[in-house]
């Protein structure tokens, strides 16, 4: 939209708001550089949005608009803002988010009827962005959501504790070396992001003071160390570790007993405590990138558990009770250094998704072939030189890759896999397939790449394969 068109309509329409008493004004998108002069004559406005326009500046006749209870001015380009701003005490809420702010008016402790302020600025550059708040922000005592991420600051104000309504405050991407003890009490908090903060070291104890938390995001900060305080967070249902330098936990992890979804990827943890059965309600437990080189006997003793993810670690052998998990159905084992299956995974009748690639198995136990509700089956980069016999028992199975393994036949029965849709034999040693291949009802791809074939067998229905000799249907 042309400049001149965006003041044009924004005129027309401040014009009609004017005439009709309307109490609402919408003049986002407008490619606006300026507030139009006579905005502040709709003194009667409750609600605001200049949000999308490329304003850099506010003018402060702003400050008469005393009725407003809703102000957006997100997606602008603001680096200040008035001190008049602070007259407006009867916002409720207030969008400043992407925008360029360097700084904020002690004024803003004014709006004490705010319960919401977006402050995200997802600046693109580190050297920009807010750095510190005023002490008034802790004026702000109705506040029950505050979004500070995306500012680079390294300090948090005390007066940060005053905000005790607060039930959601998201910090992730910050520059913060330390929070403040203060942190405690914002005891209404259920949903807390310091995400990001990859100077932050060590959490305060008076964290775990936050004991209606049920979301706590602390992945990529670099934590070395959790505090036993956290603990007492027994109402947190998600939390997330990802991306820390963890090496052990503490054993109050136990006490997590509302906890449906744990994430520790990519830390350095070598064990777990044992404590971490007790979270029967966990549903989802993340440990990709650790390095574990054996998990405990007992650790696994989850009943609620539907998927494990302990991809990229250092094992060599499993569990016994990893076969004991009923109600697992998606287990990702795959980039590490399994030889075989010593344990069958039978007492898994749910498994529906098995990732085994990037290991060295030779062999599977025929038992795998239990597994009556596995979908997909992923054995690529081993060291199989015999097809698994006990994958042909598998009825439900819709996706096999055994790419990049040491294959040279394959069996001349495939009739049991009625569901396979995709098989992926890239990268082995074979000089022929079966006849047999042909008869699979639902197979819509092959891949043969990078083997030794001189022929393919006649189709019966359309089937795309993908090989050095053609690409078919």
């Not at 924004?10 to 998108?29: K, M």
């Not at 409720?92 to 009827?113: F, K, M, V």
């Not at 997330?240 to 990519?266: I, K, Q, V």
């Not at 042909?392 to 996706?399: D, E, K, M, T, Y």
Request: with cysteine; net charge negative.
């Amino acid at each position: 939209m042309g400049l001149g068109n965006g003041k044009e309509i924004a005129g027309d329409r401040i014009g009609r708001c004017l005439r009709e008493g309307s109490d609402s004004l919408d003049l986002s998108g407008l490619d606006l550089d300026e507030v139009p002069a006579s905005l502040g004559a709709l003194t009667h406005l409750t609600a605001l949005d200049l949000s999308h326009n490329r304003l850099a500046a506010l003018p402060e006749s702003l400050g008469n608009l005393l009725g407003l209870t809703i102000l957006n001015l997100s997606d602008n380009r603001l680096v200040a803002l008035p001190e008049s701003i602070g007259g407006l005490t009867a916002l409720t809420r207030l969008d400043l988010s992407r925008n360029q702010l360097t700084s904020l008016p002690e004024s803003l402790g004014n709006l004490t009827a705010l319960t919401w302020l977006d402050l995200n600025l997802q600046v693109d550059s580190q050297l920009t962005g807010l750095k510190t708040l005023p002490e008034s922000l802790g004026n702000l005592v109705a506040l029950t959501r505050l979004d500070l991420s995306y500012c680079f600051m390294a300090v948090l104000p005390e007066s940060l504790g005053n905000l005790t309504s607060l039930t959601h405050l998201d910090l992730h991407h910050n520059r913060f070396a330390a929070l403040p003890e203060s942190l405690g009490n914002l005891t209404s908090l259920t949903r807390l992001d310091l995400s990001g903060n990859d100077s932050l070291r060590v959490l305060p104890e008076s964290l775990g003071k936050l004991t209606t938390l049920t979301e706590l995001d602390l992945s990529g900060i670099q934590l070395t160390s959790l505090p036993e305080s956290l603990g007492n967070l027994t109402t947190v249902t998600r939390l997330n570790l990802r991306g820390n330098e963890l090496t052990t936990l503490p054993a109050s992890f136990g006490n997590l007993s509302a906890l449906t979804w744990l994430n520790l990827s990519y830390n350095r943890l070598t064990a777990l405590p044992e404590s971490l059965s007790s979270l029967t309600a966990l549903t989802e437990l993340h440990l990709m990138s650790n390095r574990f080189t054996v998990l405990p006997e007992g650790l696994l003793n989850l009943p609620a558990l539907a998927l494990l993810d302990l991809s990229g670690n250092r094992l060599t052998t499993l569990p016994e009770s990893l076969g004991d998990l009923p109600a697992l159905k998606i287990l990702d084992l795959s980039h590490n250094r399994l030889i075989n299956l010593s344990r069958p995974l039978s007492g898994c009748a749910n498994l529906e998704w098995l990732n085994l690639s990037n290991n060295r198995l030779t062999d599977l136990p025929e038992s795998l072939g239990t597994l009556s509700s596995l979908t997909l089956l992923h054995l690529s980069d081993n060291r199989f030189t015999v097809f698994p016999e006990g994958l042909l028992s598998l009825p439900a199975l819709v996706r096999l890759d055994l790419s990049d393994n040491k294959l040279t036949t394959l069996p001349t029965s495939w009739g049991n896999l009625t569901n396979l849709t995709m098989l992926d034999l890239r990268r082995n040693r074979l000089t022929a397939l079966p006849e047999s291949l042909a008869s699979l009802p639902e197979l819509d791809l092959l891949d043969v790449r990078g083997n030794r074939l001189t022929s393919l067998p006649r189709w019966r229905k359309p089937v795309e394969v993908l090989t050095d000799l053609r690409s078919s249907s």
